[in-house]
């Protein structure tokens, strides 16, 4: 089966059942559940939108990408999986670890 790609445009709330995605519609109250293992990516391109970080922390750990869009529709950020690309591992890797410890 080919993997879906799930675009946001409207109020939702997406949050993590037993390691499926429920995405509740804020206005209607319907629910649908997806299994994460059917999904390629996540855009999401409404500033409405509310995801938890149990969800995100699951949907990154099975290579789901999660892209963020601005006001005007455009992608503006990504999440992924640091540990499956390499190139990018590799630069973590050789960062100097002297970072505030405490920021606040």
Do not use: W, Y
Not at 64 to 85: A, W
């Amino acid at each position: 089966m080919a993997k879906q790609t799930l675009v946001f445009e409207s109020a939702k709330e997406l949050s993590l059942s037993g390691g499926m995605i429920v995405i509740t519609d804020k206005d209607s109250g319907e629910v649908v559940i997806r299994p994460i293992e059917d999904v390629q990516m996540i855009m999401v391109d409404n500033h409405s939108v509310r995801i938890t970080i149990p969800l995100i922390t699951k949907l990154v750990k099975h290579n789901v990408g999660i892209v963020f869009c601005d006001e005007k529709h455009m992608p503006t950020s990504m999440m992924m999986d640091l540990d499956s690309n390499t190139l990018q591992s590799k630069r973590f890797q050789h960062q100097p670890r002297n970072v505030l410890k405490n920021p606040l």
